[in-house]
């Protein structure tokens, strides 16, 4: 963090973060109001604890963070808190419990379907149409209208495989 004294007694400062940040990022800068206990990050104001901002500019000019620290972050408040008895909650048995006026009736179109193949939520285009073909082609010649098993030239094809030494 770096830290920029605006005024030192207005208690204002500017604080930039330079550490942990990539060069394509520009530094985060803050605007600190220590009289006023704001910071532009708004964390002080919100949480009333110091933020990152106010802790480095306390550090800049040697003023003890922790008087910027509410009264609720106390460890004499939490135990005054807890000093308190809580009350014991009867058995369940005895709750009184307010019958339902309405009935939780599900939708059923949203439900999935469980039957049957999953459809695609793929999004089609061109590169998945397929050119028109003239149909099956047989795995031995390569010519249309017939398969492998009633292939013409079928006996040709398997005389050669076995003179090869192909099964």
Known sequence: MNVEIYSRCHETFRVTETIGRRPSIPPKSCGVDLRNRRCDCRRFQTLHYPCTHVVAACAKVNLNVEQF???????????????????????????????????????????????????????????????????????????????????PQRNYHIGQSSRSGRN
């Open 69 to 151: 620290v509410d009264d609720v972050y106390t460890l004499e408040r939490t135990l005054r808190v807890w000093k308190n008895e809580f009350p014991v909650l009867p058995d369940l048995s005895t709750w009184e419990v307010p019958p339902t006026t309405f009935e939780l009736a599900p939708n059923r179109r949203l439900r999935r379907n469980p039957r049957g193949r999953p459809q695609s939520s793929r999004i089609r285009n061109e590169m998945d149409i397929r050119e028109k073909s003239d149909g099956k082609r047989c795995g031995l010649c390569r010519l249309a209208g017939h398969n492998r098993s009633k292939c």
